[in-house]
């Protein structure tokens, strides 16, 4: 099997909304592609869905060749299902109960997911607090009592603990100081290589994409826009979007007169693709049948 997760003309639509309007991709096994855009334009939204916490209107989520069926299954199913793909949020403050201190919540994990016996799970417990760079200090305190970083090292081992096929990181490092971003980066780079996870890397981020993954998939309004290798697409965007987007990061020279000028003027032009192709289907990503956008060759 070549891929690892394979989705395919996702749909949801909150209301009138479409939220996520016909999105596909692939990933590799071990791969890491980052999906990036804008705030609102649908990243989170898909990866609830991928993670089995919305279901969606219509599309399909392959992992390992399998569908992942959102409703029929039995508890085994539920919990297998629930294995094969983890999510590291945004917010490490949100994403811990306070009352639960760390090797429990990752104890926790290890109960739901394996039969192992105590000594067997505290063992691994703390091999999984010193891949992510934790020792016995932080292993009994109450999340409260530890930083953003380490909170966010806590909830990488909480999601590896459950091994993973694929990884999902939605805005992971974003409330981070930039110095503690760039450690954790540092970190997921390695945990990467090493136990050999996907990661489907969610980010607004575009320096951040550049560090983690090696494809991107760029949406806008629930859409693909433009799909490629993270070395292509940021060095040679093809759709003006993904122009955009670059230009916004702020640098020697940055305008952001022109910016909102070239923003106002994409916004006019109304439907997404109006304005350029997207490089899609093939390698990573694709445009659904009867977006606007063709894809090319
Ligand atoms: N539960 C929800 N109910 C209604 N609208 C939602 C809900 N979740 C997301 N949305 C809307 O769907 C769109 C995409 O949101 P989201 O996936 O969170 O975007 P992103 O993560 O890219 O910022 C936004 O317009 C958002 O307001
Ligand atoms: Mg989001």
């Known amino acids: 099997m070549d891929t690892t997760l394979e989705v395919s003309g996702l749909h949801k639509t909150f209301g009138e909304h479409k939220a996520v309007d016909g ?11 980052g999906i990036v855009g804008e705030s609102g334009c649908g990243k989170t939204t898909t990866a609830r869905m991928l993670v ?49 201190a760390v090797d429990a919540c990752i104890d926790e994990v290890l109960r739901l997911h394996f039969s192992l016996t105590k000594d067997q799970r505290a063992r691994r417990v703390t091999e999984l607090l010193e891949q992510v760079g934790l020792g016995e200090r932080e292993s009994t305190a109450l999340p409260k009592a530890l930083s953003g970083g380490q909170r966010q090292r806590v909830a990488i081992a909480r999601a590896l603990a459950a091994e993973p096929k694929v990884l999902i990181l939605d805005e992971a490092v974003a409330a981070l100081d930039v110095s503690i971003q ?35 998939v760029v949406l806008r309004g629930g859409r693909v826009v433009e799909a490629g290798t993270t070395v292509e697409v ?9 122009r955009l987007l670059l230009d916004s990061v702020p640098r020697v020279g940055w305008d952001p007169a022109r910016i909102a000028a070239d923003r106002r003027a994409l916004g006019a032009a109304g439907a997404v693709g109006a304005l350029g192709t997207a490089r899609a289907a093939g390698a990573v990503g694709t445009v659904e049948p009867g977006s606007s956008v063709e894809p090319e060759g």
């Not at 916490?53 to 299902?81: F, V, Y």
């Open 23 to 33: 999105v596909s991709f692939t990933l590799a096994p071990g791969g890491s592609l």
């Open 52 to 100: 089995g916490l919305a279901t969606p209107d219509s599309g399909s989520i392959r992992i390992g060749g399998r569908e992942r069926a959102a409703k029929t299954r039995n508890r085994g199913e539920r919990l297998a299902g629930a294995r094969e793909i983890q999510m590291v949020f945004q917010d490490p403050y949100l994403s811990l109960d306070p009352r639960i």
């Open 182 to 216: 760039a450690q954790i980066l540092e970190l997921l780079s390695g945990i990467r290589r090493d136990a050999g996870v996907g990661f489907l890397f969610v980010s607004h981020d575009l320096a951040v994409v550049r560090h983690v993954t090696d494809d991107v």
């Open 234 to 242: 940021l060095t040679r965007p093809q759709h003006p979007y993904t």
